[in-house]
């Protein structure tokens, strides 16, 4: 119990070293489509969120939705996708160094980092299947 209890505060303090006070929050959750329409409309006109942006791609196009309240959802359509949830998605200060934490706890994780215009991205998948995205 004693080495668990060191662990745990060493991973703690870890992370307090890296962000001052840890914090990781929910950014959105992605869902990919069969109709970006109806899809547009429930969320737009039903939820009441607002599009955020969105991207036309070669082979799928995508919108980012909030919510008044800042939660979002990012609409994916694909020309062959699997339908449903897709991954959830944390916002971190540094993903390149919170990666490098998770790795360190789990050494069987792995863990993918793509480099976009605009942001860093680690992709890590839970024991569901579903991605958990870090994003900085």
Do not use: C
């Amino acid at each position: 119990l004693k080495d668990v209890i060191l662990k745990q505060l060493t991973k703690l303090k870890r992370l307090n070293d890296l962000l001052g006070v840890y914090t990781m929050e929910f950014e959105y959750t992605t869902i990919l489509v069969k109709d970006m329409e109806k899809s547009l409309d429930f969320y737009i006109n039903t939820l009441g969120f607002k599009v955020e942006n969105q991207l036309n791609l070669e082979n799928k196009t995508i919108n980012f939705l909030k919510s008044e309240n800042g939660a979002g959802v990012e609409l994916i359509k694909e020309e062959n996708p699997d339908i449903g949830l897709y991954g959830l998605a944390f916002h971190v200060k540094d993903v390149r160094k919170e990666a490098q934490i998770l790795k360190e706890d789990n050494p069987e994780l792995e863990i993918a980092i793509e480099e976009t215009p605009n942001t860093t991205l680690a992709f890590i998948k839970d024991p569901n299947g579903v991605n958990i995205i870090l994003s900085q």
